[in-house]
């Protein structure tokens, strides 16, 4: 089955740096899609980041120049990392992608900015 786990999250100060990992398992990672997603408390879920099979990447406008999303499909894990950071990009990260028309999550990983 498919499996999404995330690490990497804690707390950094303001204009710090922190690298989101998420080891994908259950399916043939090279073929999928892979995105990066936040919610922070009392808010709507948020599409972060995403990567195609082929490398192509998209951004929301609040973290472009900042982030980087990345994949090592020979490790089956995509990254985000995550540079000059701000307050409001404190909240829950989760991995996630869509196979078979059927959205996979992961079960999140905490990141606090805060001095």
């Known amino acids: 089955q498919v499996q999404l786990v995330e690490s990497g999250g804690g707390l950094v100060q303001p204009g710090g740096s922190l690298k989101l990992s998420c080891l994908a398992s259950?399916?043939?990672?090279?073929?999928?899609?892979m995105k990066w997603h936040r919610q922070a408390p009392g808010k709507e879920r948020e599409l972060v980041a995403t990567?195609?099979?082929?490398?192509?990447?998209n951004y929301a406008d609040s973290v472009k120049g900042r982030f980087t999303i990345s994949r090592d499909n020979a490790k089956n894990t995509v990254y985000l990392q995550m540079n000059s950071l701000k307050p409001e990009d404190t909240a829950m990260y989760y991995c996630?992608?869509?196979?078979?028309?059927?959205?996979?999550w992961g079960q999140g990983t905490q990141v606090t900015v805060s001095s």
């Open positions: 996630n992608t869509r196979k078979s028309g059927r959205d996979y």
């Open positions: 259950g399916f043939t990672f090279p073929f999928y899609a």
């Open positions: 990567i195609g099979i082929d490398g192509s990447t």
